[in-house]
C-alpha cells in the first residue's frame, strides 16, 4: 500500500531544508492540484485564479513556499499523541534533476503487485536512496521504501540538536502569545 507521485518542478528552489510537517496537512499534498500549484508558479487553465492563491498561502502558511520558490529539500510528516511526538512514513523529497517525490506509505491507493505506478517506484526509491548515500539491499518495494524512510527519520533525529518554533504562532488558551496590545491613544501608560 501506497501512494507515489512524481512532477517535474519549475519554481525557483531556495533552501535545502528539511520541514516537518503535521500529518493532515502533509495529507493535503497527496493532492495533484496541491502538488502541481507547489512544483510551478504558472496557473494553467484548468485551475481559477483564486483558487490557485488560495493553494499558494496555504503552502506558504506550511513553510513550503517562501516569496515564490520553494522552500525546503523534504518534508516529514509527523503526528502528535498526547504530549509525544511521532514521525510518520512519508516524504516529499526534491531530487537534484528537479522532480518533487511524494510517497505516502500508509496510503491506500496503490498496492505491489499489481502497482500502475511501478515503472516510478522504483527509479524514484533509487534517487533518493542515492543522493542521501542510504544503501538499499531489499528486493520488495515496499520494504525498500520503508527502510529508506526509517534511515532517513533515524538519520534525522540523530543529529538532530533543537526544534525551533514561532513563540508569536502558538496558540495558548484564547490567545496567541507575544501579541502586541494596542493601546488607545486617550490612554495613558502607566510606568513602573
Excluded: H
Amino acid at each position: 500500500m501506497c501512494l507515489l507521485r512524481v512532477v517535474n518542478v519549475t519554481r525557483p528552489i531556495i533552501s535545502n531544508d528539511i520541514i516537518l510537517l503535521r500529518e493532515d496537512n502533509f495529507a493535503k499534498l497527496r493532492d495533484e492540484v496541491y502538488i502541481r500549484v507547489l512544483s510551478s508558479d504558472k496557473r494553467g487553465e484548468e485551475i481559477s485564479k483564486s483558487y490557485f492563491y488560495f493553494i499558494v498561502d496555504k503552502l506558504r502558511k506550511m513553510g513550503l513556499l517562501l516569496d515564490n520558490a520553494i522552500s525546503f529539500k523534504a518534508v516529514i510528516p509527523y503526528s502528535i499523541n498526547g504530549k509525544s511526538v511521532s514521525l510518520k512514513e512519508g516524504i516529499m523529497y526534491i531530487t537534484n534533476k528537479k522532480q518533487i517525490i511524494y510517497f505516502d506509505y500508509y496510503n491506500s491507493t496503490y498496492t505491489c503487485g499489481n502497482c500502475s505506478v511501478l515503472n516510478n517506484c522504483i527509479p524514484s526509491l533509487k534517487q533518493i536512496a542515492y543522493e542521501l548515500g542510504i544503501k538499499i539491499r531489499d528486493d520488495s518495494p515496499n520494504l525498500a521504501w520503508y527502510k529508506l524512510l526509517e534511515n532517513i527519520q533515524s538519520a534525522l533525529l540523530e543529529s538532530s540538536l533543537a526544534l525551533r518554533l514561532k513563540l508569536g504562532e502558538i496558540p495558548f488558551g484564547d490567545k496567541i502569545c507575544c501579541e502586541e496590545e494596542v493601546v488607545k491613544e486617550n490612554e495613558s501608560s502607566t510606568s513602573l
